[in-house]
């Protein structure tokens, strides 16, 4: 054993020998930094420094408790040459660390009342490891007595980090450390002030920190690491957190994730291919389809329950529910959480309930302002639809203006109020019939009756059934009209000459157009065939005669793929031509082209392949088809009702 009196008169024989050394006292938020400061004030290096630490820094904790290290460094005339691993620099900077990865080894002294205890922890990465040296003189500096330099050394090797009586010393309970607890009135806070111990005093281990704290009834809340680290390293005299509560924590109220835009104002535009944002495509509909997802449904949350430091429970409160904002032509699904489209149409949310409108109103035009609609529901427009403008819908379009130069497609009903003229390019499509007060200059497609109140001028118009003008002023002239069941009107053709009006009736428009198509086909894949095989043939007799070059070779292959696939076209042509043929001649359809007032010469008339050209003029006629002639008859009068069909098909 190491005895105290001998410690204390070598200590003594090296102070007489540096009685005349200069001495600084230095303080730095770390060790490192206050020796350095040393140094400086000195004019030595480190390495000519020998110092002793006179109050130990402490890093704080929650921004309390932060402690300077202080330390009286002496500068030795003959600086003796000490081992590198004598320098201990105990380095608490988290910041310095934290980026390095290195830190240095520590070693603390606890003094208790049954003796003295020490422990080390180890260095990390390059940080410089304790030495016995550093253990023993902190030993000393707090007056220990008895040191088992075995057990020292046995510590400082192993670096455990975990206390092991080494000593003992004079114990003077009085002057032992004293701990204060203070629990707020709310006991949501316990702050700790430790008094620092004096001579032959003792230190608080961290047990008796925790038996402390349950001893006021702390049993919640206790930062365990904080106060391990503070019976290491204590902060005297300051009043330092060492337990906080848990609050409660109300729950989450329900809320409605939707999936479309619920700003109605917000306006999403297109770019297209080119980069340019296409002002036309505005995208201001949002339309759904049937059992298309709109909305989730997510569920309160329970709320978290607190607890004070003592214990008690604090209550919270759990999420509010709310409704699901069912509007209208929606449904909740199965899971009871997802909203549904009962129909097609547009998604809006109005008065904070979710509806898909199956109809969709434009208030005025369609222009700039709206851009181009295309709607999985009925369309209606209050105005007009302006020229290099489209309509599209699932149902029907109804325009209360007039339609210019644009497009419009429906799968069911097209009525427009003031008429159409498309100026040559116009296109209108209708599944179910078109409704006009006139047609000009305008291609018209419809799946079942064109009705026009005053007339159709030069315009390209195809009906499934029937094509109808019923007014006063009921004209048709110029252009080609088709239709399979009917073609009527008041007056037929002009007496001027020069305009060409072709009515054409007893077949099904969409099949004699499709006809026609393949007609086209095949006679162009004959055509280029026959060419094909000339330029093959030639090829064959010069490869026959040897005088073929290897590039011709190439092209030969080239062309009897080519030949191949103009084959193949040609037979899918013939075969399409032969099923629209036998479908036409399969229509019971009698066909009737009928004028109530008058035709004038240069009207074509044909029914089914039969042409009749109008050289004289007829009054009050009807042509019909008997015996493969066309030949006019007395005038009947259409059988359709207007108003019924009118009725059944609009949005009225």
């Known amino acids: 054993m190491t005895d105290l009196v001998g410690l204390r008169e070598v200590l003594k024989e090296r102070l007489e020998q540096d009685r005349s050394i200069h001495t600084v006292e230095v303080s730095g938020a770390t060790l490192e930094i206050a020796v350095s400061e040393a140094a400086t004030l000195l004019d030595v290096p480190v390495r000519g420094l020998e110092y002793e630490v006179t109050e130990r820094g402490f890093k704080g904790f929650l921004g309390t408790g932060k402690k300077d290290w202080k330390i009286r460094a002496y500068e030795r005339h003959r600086a003796r040459k000490k081992d590198k691993s004598t320098v201990v620099l105990e380095e608490t900077d988290e910041?310095?660390?934290?980026?390095?990865?290195?830190?240095?080894?520590?070693?603390?002294?606890?003094?208790?009342?049954?003796?003295?205890?020490?422990?080390?922890?180890?260095?990390?990465?390059?940080?410089?490891?304790?030495?016995?040296?550093?253990?023993?003189?902190?030993?000393?500096?707090?007056?220990?007595?008895?040191?088992?330099?075995?057990?020292?050394?046995?510590?400082?090797?192993?670096?455990?980090?975990?206390?092991?009586?080494?000593?003992?010393?004079?114990?003077?309970?009085?002057?032992?450390?004293?701990?204060?607890?203070?629990?707020?009135?709310?006991?949501?806070?316990?702050?700790?002030?430790?008094?620092?111990?004096?001579?032959?005093?003792?230190?608080?281990?961290?047990?008796?920190?925790?038996?402390?704290?349950?001893?006021?009834?702390?049993?919640?809340?206790?930062?365990?690491?904080?106060?391990?680290?503070?019976?290491?390293?204590?902060?005297?005299?300051?009043?330092?957190?060492?337990?906080?509560?848990?609050?409660?924590?109300?729950?989450?109220?329900?809320?409605?994730?939707?999936?479309?835009?619920?700003?109605?104002?917000?306006?999403?535009?297109?770019?297209?291919?080119?980069?340019?944002?296409?002002?036309?495509?505005?995208?201001?509909?949002?339309?759904?389809?049937?059992?298309?997802?709109?909305?989730?449904?997510?569920?309160?949350?329970?709320?978290?329950?607190?607890?004070?430091?003592?214990?008690?429970?604090?209550?919270?409160?759990?999420?509010?529910?709310?409704?699901?904002?069912?509007?209208?032509?929606?449904?909740?699904?199965?899971?009871?959480?997802?909203?549904?489209?009962?129909?097609?149409?547009?998604?809006?949310?109005?008065?904070?309930?979710?509806?898909?409108?199956?109809?969709?109103?434009?208030?005025?035009?369609?222009?700039?302002?709206?851009?181009?609609?295309?709607?999985?529901?009925?369309?209606?427009?209050?105005?007009?639809?302006?020229?290099?403008?489209?309509?599209?819908?699932?149902?029907?379009?109804?325009?209360?203006?007039?339609?210019?130069?644009?497009?419009?497609?429906?799968?069911?009903?097209?009525?427009?109020?003031?008429?159409?003229?498309?100026?040559?390019?116009g296109v209108v499509r209708a599944g179910r019939s078109v409704w006009a007060r006139f047609i000009e200059n305008t291609q018209v497609e419809a799946g079942n009756m064109v009705s026009v109140a005053d007339g159709i001028i030069n315009s390209y118009v195809d009906a499934a059934k029937r094509i109808i003008c019923h007014g006063k002023r009921a004209h048709i002239v110029g252009g080609r009209l088709r239709a399979a069941e009917e073609i009527n009107a008041k007056i037929l053709g002009s007496p001027v000459s020069g305009t060409e009006t072709i009515l054409e009736t007893g077949f099904d428009p969409k099949s004699k157009s499709e006809l026609e198509h393949f007609f086209k086909v095949r006679d162009s894949s004959r055509k280029e065939l026959d060419e094909v095989r000339r330029n093959l043939r030639t090829l064959v007799n010069m490869k026959r005669e040897g005088k073929l070059p290897e590039e011709k070779e190439v092209d030969m292959e080239d062309l009897v793929d080519r030949r191949d696939i103009l084959m193949n076209d040609y037979k899918k042509a013939e075969k399409k031509i032969r099923q629209l043929q036998e479908r036409l001649e399969k229509l019971k359809v009698r066909g009737r082209i009928s004028a109530s007032a008058k035709v004038y010469p240069g009207v074509k008339v044909l029914i089914r392949d039969i042409i009749l050209d109008v050289r004289a003029d007829y009054k009050m006629v009807t042509f019909v088809l008997e015996d493969d002639l066309v030949k006019a008859g007395a005038y009947e009068e259409s059988d359709v009702d207007l108003k019924q069909e009118f009725d059944g098909h609009t949005t009225n």
């Open 95 to 425: 910041t310095t660390t934290s980026v390095s990865n290195d830190r240095n080894g520590e070693v603390f002294v606890q003094l208790r009342p049954e003796g003295a205890f020490l422990k080390v922890t180890p260095p990390l990465g390059k940080g410089e490891p304790v030495t016995e040296a550093r253990a023993v003189e902190l030993l000393t500096g707090r007056d220990v007595t008895d040191i088992s330099e075995k057990l020292v050394s046995k510590v400082v090797g192993e670096c455990a980090g975990s206390y092991v009586k080494v000593g003992d010393f004079e114990h003077e309970s009085a002057n032992s450390s004293a701990l204060a607890v203070d629990v707020s009135s709310d006991e949501m806070k316990v702050h700790i002030r430790v008094t620092p111990p004096g001579i032959g005093g003792s230190d608080i281990p961290y047990e008796s920190y925790l038996s402390y704290l349950r001893s006021y009834n702390v049993v919640h809340g206790i930062n365990e690491d904080f106060l391990r680290d503070f019976a290491d390293k204590p902060v005297y005299k300051e009043a330092v957190l060492a337990a906080e509560g848990t609050k409660a924590v109300d729950g989450r109220d329900a809320y409605v994730r939707y999936n479309f835009e619920t700003d109605q104002s917000k306006v999403r535009l297109r770019e297209g291919n080119n980069g340019r944002v296409d002002f036309k495509e505005l995208n201001i509909i949002q339309n759904v389809v049937k059992n298309q997802p709109l909305a989730k449904m997510i569920r309160p949350e329970a709320g978290t329950v607190g607890r004070t430091v003592t214990g008690k429970s604090l209550p919270a409160k759990d999420g509010r529910d709310i409704p699901p904002p069912l509007g209208e032509n929606v449904h909740m699904a199965e899971d009871e959480v997802t909203i549904l489209a009962t129909i097609n149409g547009q998604v809006m949310l109005t008065n904070g309930k979710i509806n898909v409108q199956p109809v969709y109103t434009v208030s005025g035009d369609v222009n700039l302002k709206t851009g181009n609609i295309i709607f999985l529901g009925t369309v209606i427009v209050t105005g007009s639809v302006e020229d290099g403008f489209s309509v599209k819908a699932t149902g029907n379009i109804e325009v209360r203006g007039t339609v210019g130069k644009a497009e419009l497609d429906a799968e069911g009903d097209i009525i427009v109020n003031q008429g159409i003229n498309g100026k040559g390019v």
